[in-house]
């Protein structure tokens, strides 16, 4: 751009943004702890931890399961 008028967004004086507390002090928590492991599945947080485990849509993860995968989780 080479000439610009008004090179502020009018909404940028906007002071009052609406955001989640309860989400984003539980996000501040898990940064400051650090990474957790899970029990029996080794700090995997994912539904396709083994090929047993029934994925979110509740079909059956089998292959797609990050124990099978390569450079998945264990």
Not at 44 to 72: F, K, W
């Amino acid at each position: 751009m080479l000439q610009t008028v008004d090179p502020f967004n009018p909404n940028s004086n906007n002071t009052k943004i609406e955001g989640d507390g309860q989400r984003s002090v539980a996000v501040i928590q898990r940064y400051r702890n650090g990474p957790q492991s899970g029990a029996g599945s080794g700090g995997y947080q994912g539904n396709c931890a083994t090929p047993g485990d029934t994925a979110a849509d509740g079909s059956s993860c089998g292959g797609r399961a990050a124990s099978v995968r390569p450079g998945g989780a264990p």
